[in-house]
């Protein structure tokens, strides 16, 4: 199975941080996101700082969602859903330092 980067829709960054139970915040352009999962009763996941995860494209991870601590370092092979994007500013200016990063 081919893995997939998840990245930023509004930058292209791929880097975040967790802000709550399924948000995650860009640390390029501070647009939120919410990891995209099915609705139906199951147990928390919760990553403890220092695991190292990765979740395949098919896993369900359901009722109640998905806790990352910091120091954890987590793949989605999945789709993250748009919650609220930086300002245009923000995302300008993390084009331009992800577009330095990249030369």
Known sequence: MSQKTVQCTQCGGA?????ANDLVRCVYCNSLFKVVEPKTNQHKVIVEGGANVTFGRNVKITGG????????????????????PGSPDEIEGAKLRLKKIKE
């Open 65 to 84: 969602g998905l806790l990352i601590k910091k120091g954890a370092t987590v793949t989605i092979n999945g789709d993250l859903g748009l919650l609220k």
């Open 15 to 19: 880097d975040f941080n967790n802000e």
